[in-house]
């Protein structure tokens, strides 16, 4: 009887000591929206539930009228999902379709436009003028073209990318801003992809506006794989490190001449399904990190880093060594009390042995949130490929 007592007394140490671990939270989680979302014609609470468990908790569709897209929103609601609009009507009577949706709960912003050039500023600012006239709260929805090339803009209308961006945001009050672009290729990671994610992270910095950023979840030709964990997880990261505030998936449902997606073409779900649900998941489970997060630096690693980014050369206070046995981003970001030192492993293939050492205060957050003492694990580990590590220390004050 003596040796239960005392087996008893030991389980519920383990279970209040288990209890007492740091985990971090977050007010809000991570806006995570899919592109090409729900099709009107399965516009039912069995899909809304599966968009749902995969992790998106926003969903962007075209609808055909405002009737359809109302009862997108209602649906939306009941499930506790948001939705951006994108109706005939928002365009061709602004003022009525905003005074109808803008008090809804569901509704998260108004869908005005994909990849514009710069002759396409004008008329979207004084559409996104005439719904802010009306709705102070929500956001105008308008995401730009991708950094394929960095100076060779002529396309675009501006000299270089950073004045694309720079002009958007000054002539159209979106709120917000998102960009796209899909780096994964069957030969590797396109060599644009971070001098883009550069630039654009900078400019919304400079602006002091949020972004949003895509990961592909679909193969659209033979240059892009079908998307796998590593490389679903390389890019959301990479964004989050970037300052990300908002994450994008293209195309949540199949449509004809795409090579897949989570949803395929007879309504199935997809590998693609099961892959982007685990990595959602462990994201909002860093939430805590990532929403509300000032990027304070972004450096690379590696005897060659991608073209324009910086070499790592400096470490914050509180870690003392830091060696990367490959190429990885390595960002810092702060979050109210918190810092985190974030790195990620850019390779796709191989794992990235590291090395780190703080002082008392760093500590390391694992993938469901817990934070523990740096010091609990060895000094030298290793990033899965595509994957990321994370450590805290007390913000500067």
Not at 48 to 71: D, P
Not at 75 to 92: D, H, I, R, W, Y
Request: hydrophobic fraction near 40%.
């Amino acid at each position: 009887m003596k040796t239960s007592y005392i087996l008893c007394a030991f389980f519920i140490l383990f279970v209040s000591q288990v209890n007492a671990q740091e985990k971090l939270k977050s007010e809000k989680p991570l806006p995570i929206m899919a592109w090409s979302g729900i099709p009107e014609g399965e516009t039912n609470v069995e899909r809304f539930t599966e968009l749902r468990e995969m992790g998106i908790n926003v969903n962007l569709a075209n609808y055909s009228s405002a009737e359809a897209m109302q009862k997108a929103l209602d649906l939306a609601q009941s499930l506790g999902l948001k939705m951006v609009t994108s109706c005939p009507e928002l365009k061709s009577d602004p003022e009525k379709t905003v005074k109808r949706f803008s008090s809804h709960p569901a509704l998260a912003g108004y869908f005005l436009r994909d990849e514009p050039v710069r002759k396409d500023f004008g008329y979207l600012a004084e559409w996104a003028k005439q719904i802010n006239a009306i709705d102070k709260t929500h956001f105008c929805f308008v995401n730009l073209i991708s950094s394929i090339n960095t100076t060779k803009t002529e396309a675009l209308g501006t000299a270089t990318y950073a004045e694309y961006v720079r002009t958007f945001a000054t002539e159209v009050p979106t709120r917000l801003l998102s960009f796209d672009f899909y780096p994964i290729l069957t030969q590797g990671i396109h060599e644009s992809w971070y001098d883009g994610l550069e630039i654009f992270s900078v400019e919304a910095k400079k602006l002091a506006m949020p972004f949003w950023a895509f990961a592909l979840a679909s193969s659209y030709n033979t240059l892009h794989p079908i998307p796998t964990v590593a490389a679903l997880r390389l890019q959301l990261y990479s964004n989050l490190a970037y300052g990300a505030q908002g994450l994008e998936y293209w195309s949540y449902w199949m449509s004809q001449g795409l090579r897949s997606a989570p949803i395929g073409l007879d309504g199935k779900r997809t590998v693609v399904y099961d892959r982007i649900k685990l990595v959602n998941n462990e994201i909002q489970n860093l939430a805590g990190v990532f929403v509300g997060a000032k990027m304070i630096s972004v450096n690379h690693t590696g005897v060659v880093i991608p073209k324009g980014t910086t070499q790592l050369m400096t470490l914050p206070s509180a870690i003392k060594v830091f060696e990367a046995e490959g190429g990885a981003v390595v960002s810092q970001l702060e979050n109210g009390v918190n810092t985190f030192f974030v790195v990620i492993n850019r390779d796709l293939n191989t794992s990235l042995p590291i090395t780190i050492l703080g002082d008392k205060s760093l500590k390391r957050v694992l993938k469901d949130g817990t934070v523990v003492l740096a010091s609990a694990y060895a000094a030298t580990t290793e990033i899965e490929p595509g994957d990321v590590a994370i450590y805290m220390f007390p913000t500067k004050k």
